[in-house]
């Protein structure tokens, strides 16, 4: 079975500077998605940034990139020009490729991202 | 011009009780989710239903029944409501062939 695992559960930045958020990912599967979800403290879970794992090329969205390493299954989340607004829950997730049973995401269990002034 | 939209958002209940959490998105996706999210935040699948049809059935008590009256909403159903039922359930949709799930803003159940 797959699993996700985010072995920092706090991570903490000053605003202005870059963060890393860690993660590695156990599977069998050669095609699959990897994701960066955010929860901020209203709940809301928001899409930060997706990465095909076919693809080489690390995925960038704005201030976020990842570092995707398929050899090693680690996908971290780097944060550059951290804002107050960055301050959140980010969740790692894996996807199988494909639909049915495979179509679900597997979290891991979060790193609590804090932003200081 | 909400995507997926739950209600109630919030829901209080005593022990024993039976309540349903609705969803609906209208970004026209045929694969619905329901996640579970506990107290310390940890995210599991739940169910999952493609084209009104239910393709996941994670280890969840028969307690919990989805049920899915067309593409666009997917209702989740408690009976007999525990103590560790609390939590933040949360409903995403996605279309085949794309890879993006989204969500819904999430419904804190909280048991009494």
């Known amino acids: 079975a797959q699993t996700v695992t985010q072995s920092q559960p706090e991570m903490s930045v000053q605003e202005a500077e870059t963060v890393t958020l860690s993660c590695t990912y156990d599977t069998s599967e050669s095609d699959y998605y990897l994701f960066w979800y955010k929860q901020p403290p209203s709940r809301q879970m928001i899409l930060v940034i997706r990465q095909e794992a076919y693809k080489q090329q690390n995925a960038t969205e704005n201030r976020f990139s990842v570092n995707f390493q398929k050899a090693a299954k680690s996908f971290s989340l780097k944060i550059s020009d951290s804002q107050l607004g960055d301050a959140a829950m980010y969740f790692c997730a894996y996807r199988r490729s494909g639909g049915g049973s495979q179509g679900n995401l597997i979290f891991g269990k979060g790193t609590k991202l804090s932003v200081k002034p | 011009d909400t995507a997926v939209s739950q209600t109630p958002k919030y829901l209080v209940t005593q022990m024993g009780n039976d309540k349903s959490i609705k969803c609906e998105q209208n970004l026209g996706h045929d694969t619905m989710y329901w996640y579970k999210q506990d107290s310390k935040k940890f995210l599991k699948i739940m169910f999952s239903?493609?084209?009104?049809?239910?393709?996941i059935n994670e280890t969840v008590p028969n307690r919990f029944s989805p049920k899915s009256p067309d593409k666009a909403h997917l209702n989740l159903h408690i009976n007999s409501l525990e103590l560790g039922d609390s939590a933040v359930y949360f409903c995403a949709s996605r279309r085949t062939g794309e890879e993006t799930q989204y969500f819904g803003p999430g419904t804190r159940l909280l048991v009494l």
């Open positions: 239903y493609n084209n009104k049809e239910l393709i």
